[in-house]
């Protein structure tokens, strides 16, 4: 298992401002996940980043507006950059300890982003 | 089109009544995983259960069952006994490729479970 925690866990946030969100795991995992929650909806993935490697981005997502790093095998950054309103949402990010099909992905408790 | 479809926005079921929710899902891969998660108010997202494209028998985790029919790509979870803590947000993911990918969600379905 992974435990995972998130900072912020929620913030209020200006419009035109970016905000980085941090994942701490209690172990090292090779694949880190970040989603995205909008107000009432589904999880939507992100990116994969792995350590050593650049962030594999999902259509509709770009680096410049959403730059991951992955210093090592237990952390990851998330920045939200230049958010509008439409940025609101919970951001969560997930690790696969174990790789592979039949491993759960365990998910931290999300970070609440409001922008005005 | 969509990938995983859940076409249950909300369900209200009396306590100790079994629940089925349903998920197909859409895929041309011949090796993936489904998956079930619960979300409650709280936010956090709960793994209930797993079944994996090769394996043959249904998968069960205590009071959770996942009913899967590969040929009409259905994965339905099964809560039997229900009670007033499995009233939560509900959902059916996928994941597909070599493994290596992140899941792909339902829209969800809320459950209420009702005294």
């Known amino acids: 298992s992974a435990v995972i925690s998130q900072k912020p866990s929620r913030d209020i946030c200006q419009r035109g401002t970016s905000l980085t969100i941090q994942c701490q795991v209690d172990?090292?995992?090779?694949?880190m996940f970040w989603y995205r929650q909008q107000p009432g909806q589904s999880l939507t993935l992100i990116a994969t980043a792995n350590q050593g490697s650049e962030a594999t981005y999902e259509s509709g997502f770009v680096i410049d507006k959403f730059p991951i790093s992955r210093p090592n095998l237990t952390f990851s950054t998330l920045t939200v950059s230049n958010m509008s309103p439409e940025d609101s949402s919970i951001y969560l990010c997930?690790?696969?300890?174990?790789?592979?099909?039949?491993?759960?992905?365990?998910f931290g408790p999300g970070t609440r982003l409001t922008v005005l | 089109a969509q990938k995983i479809t859940q076409t249950q926005p909300g369900m209200f079921v009396q306590e100790k009544e079994a629940v089925t929710l349903d998920c197909t899902y859409d895929t041309s891969d011949q090796s993936y995983g489904l998956f079930w998660y619960k979300q409650p108010s709280s936010g956090e997202m709960i793994f209930l259960i797993y079944q994996g494209s090769y394996d043959e028998q249904n998968a069960t985790e205590g009071r959770y069952s996942l009913n899967f029919q590969k040929a009409r790509k259905s994965a339905n979870l099964v809560i039997s006994a229900s009670q007033l803590g499995d009233s939560a947000m509900y959902f059916c993911a996928m994941r597909e490729g070599r493994g290596a990918d992140g899941l792909t969600f339902g829209k969800g379905t809320h459950l209420i479970i009702q005294p």
């Open positions: 997930s690790v696969d300890p174990g790789g592979g099909w039949g491993n759960e992905q365990f």
């Open positions: 172990s090292q995992v090779t694949m």
